[in-house]
């Protein structure tokens, strides 16, 4: 009889511990988009560099929040983004920089409840 009992009982003992007073956390990934025929480089905070080959897309940074996605202004992970190309002897040429930060340069998407991301497509135009 106590094993059918608490048989019973489990299913309503769990769902009360699976209850939480934690805040959502809100998880925005930022994205470069490399459209263009060419590869770019990302330099990273660090001086890092990151290829972003051509029709491809990097992931550069996330931020999160507990009120609301983050805009690309508002992130702490970067403040401005250079992109460039390397030549033969593999010298840096700067090919395309927003500095500052510009949000409606940016796609959002909205990926679920709590996680989006906004990404900066560049193509061959933003390139010239």
């Given at each position: ?6 048989l ?11 209850e ?15 459209n ?30 507990t ?58 135009q933003?390139?010239?």
């Amino acid at each position: 009889m106590k094993k059918f009992l608490l048989l019973l009982l489990a299913p309503l003992l769990m769902s009360t511990q699976c209850e939480s007073d934690d805040e959502p956390i809100f998880n925005t990934e930022f994205l470069i988009q490399n459209n263009s025929d060419q590869d770019i480089i990302y330099l990273t905070f660090e001086d890092n560099e990151v290829l972003i080959k051509s029709q491809s897309h990097q992931f550069i940074a996330v931020s999160s929040n507990t009120v609301s996605f983050v805009k690309p202004t508002e992130n702490i992970a970067f403040d401005e983004v250079q992109l460039y190309s390397k030549n033969g002897s593999g010298s840096l040429t700067l090919i395309y920089e927003q500095n500052p930060i510009v949000d409606s340069l940016w796609t959002f998407s909205k990926l679920s409840t709590y996680e989006a991301n906004f990404k900066l497509i560049i193509n061959n135009q933003l390139l010239d």
